[in-house]
């Protein structure tokens, strides 16, 4: 049974960063450059981790704009829909390696991720509405051999150890400034 | 003052292991800070009573033996159980630890009444010496309680309250937080839900039967976690999980992430650890079930999360009088001059043999997951001392 999940990978790093906390320290960094109007340009390759730099196979490139109700050209999707696409991303990663972790065999992992939002916060049309998202939620559709109490719990660990579900659940300091 | 074997703490652990030494012929002494049972006398709330039933609180030289054995021990009636049990106990009260150190011949420790010399040492000074009270910043204005401080609710501010935890502690005081009047506030992190009483009997009575508690301490997936489990929602006498204290009017919120600005600012994952911990309820059910041989009994209600729990509290706005933190306990070791503790300060221990003729009892999971309770010391004594004493031929 295999869902291509190196689980064990996974769980050889556990043990040995337990006792090299340091080498667990990673920064993940995306670059980005203004094009024209609210589009933009994001670029991520590099990365710092196991104490060294490190690098994907390949640079990936994301186009971010408004769409043309915001009067704007539609070059690439919003950015608050890239949270969208982190955490759909993150909770399927976590679903498939609990998986294999379980001995679950996945035939089919889908899900929509809805994200509600009041966007007079943004506009500043009323300063009691905040600017991100009034809520999220994700609704996955399943097929595995496992009892539907095994497929919530797939879906329930999954949350308890997906870095996107906790970046968007509690508050992160966070710092720009300008070079 | 020589000894061979040096007890520190007369509390259920401390009382057990002298029951074995003496049994084992091994000449010792309990050193005892305060009076025997000294935390259960003076480290309780008013309404605190034991989770397990009467039945199951035995200990070597006292079993309950009163008229109710379903019913649940008040701090009184445990005093009066460790006091039976510490009849013949060579303890000495009033001693307080105050260093233990190696010596050419096992230990010396430094105590309130001079030294004391032993060969071997059995850490038996309890698993909830300090509650633990996370760093926040939190506004003057608010008062802060811990289990430590908090008696009763009228001693509390009027006002709202926010009780930090949803364990046994947290979702006990809740409860009697918002009976006083006060409108509480709880924010609920990983929890363990339990019904009191399942298929009519205890919960704890198919925890004791199934073997559930005899589980041991080497045969776990993963014993760290076990041994980091928070207290079940559990009460005397009746169900008290969360879909309780929302009929009685409590708030639940999600954990408590930071304070920032004055404001508590709470996880929005709420649902999830309610949703894993009803998962788990149901998959200890089934074990029950599979134990009993039976078809499935009874199954609860999943957690009721309101709709959209509230993820900031102005701390200042004086809906909020005073926090209760409900968050844990951890043990104190600062007294033991001996490198057996890790970084984050828990005891480093196989099965409560730490090495060289040292050894600790009285903490959860110690050598089964039943070591949590007063129930589960009497096996383990036998083992660790069992060990100690063949150390010393």
Redesign the interface.
Known sequence: MSNGVNVQALLDAREVLKGAPEAAQFTWRASSKWQHGVHSTTKIQKFFGLGQEQSHKSESVFEADHPEVFAAEDNGVTPIEYLLVGLAACLTAGVASVAQNRGITLNSVESVVEGNHDIRGILGADSDVRNGFNDIKVTFTIDADASPADIEALVAQSQKRSAVFDALTNPTNVTVEVA | MYVTTAVIGAGHAGLAASHLLTAASVDHVVLERGEVANSWRHERWDSLRLLTPNWLNRLPGAAYEGPDPDGYADMSEVVDLLERSAKDVPVRTGVNVASVRRSPEGYTLTTSEGPVHARTVVIASGACNRPVVPAFDVPPGVEQVTPFDYRNPSRLPDGGVLVVGASATGVQLAAEIQRSGRPVVLSVG?HVRLPRVYRGRDVLWWMHHAGVWAQRYDELDDLTRARRLPSPQLVAGSTLDLNTLTSMGVELV?RL??I?DGAA?F???LR?VA??AD?KL??LLDTFDEWAGTAPGERHEPTRVPE?ARWRLDLRSGEIGSIVWATGFRPDYSWLDVPVVDAKGVLVHDGGVVGDGLYALGLPVLRRRGSTFICGIEDDARDVIGHLVQGLR
């Open positions: 990983e999600g992430s930071a920032r600012l996880s929005g994952g999830n949703a894993l998962l149901n998959r959209s």
